[in-house]
C-alpha cells in the first residue's frame, strides 16, 4: 500500500551530520513500500561500494541488472500532489532507467544511504533538480538529456558516433493530447507544460538511424552500460522507449522495462532485431551518466 511518508527535520539533520546529504532534500515522498524499498536501495548501495573501480557504465548495468525481474506498470509517478515518488516493485522504462541512474551517481558520489538516492533522483527527474508541480517534471527524453547534460549528470554522446544524423522537430505530444494527462485538467498545470515545450519548437538533437543500428558494425561503438532511447516517428514525440545496453557475446540486448513482457527483462532478442520488429522506431540516441566520454 502507498504511504507518504514526511521526512522530520531531526531525520535531516542527522543525516548532515553523518555526511549523507551534500544539498538539499526532498520534503515529502510518495514510497510504495518504505521499509522494503528503502532497505533495498541501501542493500544495493552497499553491494555497489565494492565495485569503486568500476565506470558509470559498468555501474548501470551491474545496478539494472538487480532489477531484474520486476514486474512492468506505467503511471507510477502520477498523483496530486507532485511529490517524489520511489517505487521498487513496480517499474516502467522511465522510472526504471531513472532508478538506476540515481544508484549510479550515488555511488559514484561514494555514498550508499537511501536518503542520498532521493536527492540524485529528484536532481535526474525534475528541472534544475526541485520538484515545483507536476510541469516541473522533465516528461520528455529531450528535456531531459538538455537539462540534466546542463548540470553534469548526464551527457549525449550520439553526435561523436558513427553514421550520427539530426532531426528536427517540434515536440509538444503532451499540449497536442491534453485530455490524455489527468493532471493537466488543471489550467495551471496544462500552461506550465505548454511553457515547457516552448524551447521543443524545431528542436534539433542527434540521432543513429534505425537502418545503422541493424549492422554488423554496431557492437563495436556501442557500450554495456549506455542509455538507450528510441526515436519514433509519431509527430510531437521525441522518444517512445528507453532502456540500457548490455552485451552478450558482443552483441547489443536491451535491458529495459518491457510492457509486451511485463517485466524487467534482459531482452533475448538481440538490438538489431528488437529494431527490425518495431518499425515505428527511427533510430535511438545514447546518453552516459556522468561526463563521460
Not at 515518488?85 to 561514494?110: G, I, P, Q, Y
Not at 518495431?278 to 561526463?291: C, D, L, P, Q, V
Request: some cysteine; aromatic content about 8%.
Amino acid at each position: 500500500m502507498r504511504r507518504i511518508i514526511t521526512l522530520l527535520y531531526i531525520a535531516v539533520v542527522s543525516a548532515a551530520l553523518t555526511g549523507n546529504i551534500s544539498a538539499s532534500f526532498p520534503g515529502e515522498v510518495r514510497w510504495h513500500n518504505e521499509t522494503a524499498d528503502t532497505t533495498k536501495i541501501n542493500r544495493i548501495l552497499i553491494d555497489a561500494s565494492n565495485l569503486a573501480d568500476k565506470t558509470p557504465n559498468e555501474l548501470m548495468a551491474y545496478i539494472g541488472m538487480r532489477f531484474e525481474g520486476t514486474p512492468y506498470v506505467a503511471g507510477t509517478l502520477e498523483g496530486d500532489p507532485e511529490m517524489l515518488t520511489v517505487n521498487l516493485d513496480e517499474m516502467d522504462c522511465t522510472t526504471f532507467v531513472e532508478t538506476v541512474s540515481a544508484m549510479v551517481l550515488t555511488s559514484k558520489e561514494r555514498r550508499n544511504s537511501w536518503q542520498d538516492f532521493l536527492y540524485n533522483l529528484e536532481q535526474l527527474r525534475y528541472r534544475q533538480g526541485r520538484i515545483n508541480g507536476y510541469a516541473s517534471r522533465l516528461h520528455y527524453i529531450s528535456d531531459w538529456i538538455v537539462d540534466n547534460t546542463h548540470r553534469g549528470n548526464l551527457r549525449d554522446i550520439t553526435d561523436r558516433l558513427p553514421g550520427a544524423k539530426y532531426q528536427v522537430k517540434t515536440i509538444d505530444y503532451m499540449s497536442r493530447h491534453r485530455d490524455s494527462y489527468p493532471a493537466m485538467k488543471d489550467d495551471t498545470t496544462f500552461e506550465g507544460i505548454k511553457n515547457s515545450e516552448v524551447g521543443y519548437r524545431s528542436h534539433r538533437y542527434p540521432y543513429i538511424r534505425r537502418s545503422a543500428l541493424m549492422t554488423k558494425k554496431a557492437p563495436f561503438w556501442i557500450k554495456e552500460g549506455d542509455i538507450i532511447a528510441f526515436t519514433t516517428k509519431i509527430e510531437g514525440l521525441d522518444v517512445t522507449h528507453i532502456g540500457i545496453v548490455m552485451l552478450k557475446d558482443g552483441v547489443p540486448h536491451l535491458l529495459h522495462a518491457s510492457s509486451k513482457l511485463g517485466k524487467v527483462v534482459l531482452d533475448p532478442t538481440p538490438l538489431s532485431e528488437y529494431l527490425r520488429k518495431n518499425n515505428s522506431i527511427t533510430g535511438a540516441r545514447f546518453i552516459r551518466i556522468g561526463e563521460q566520454r
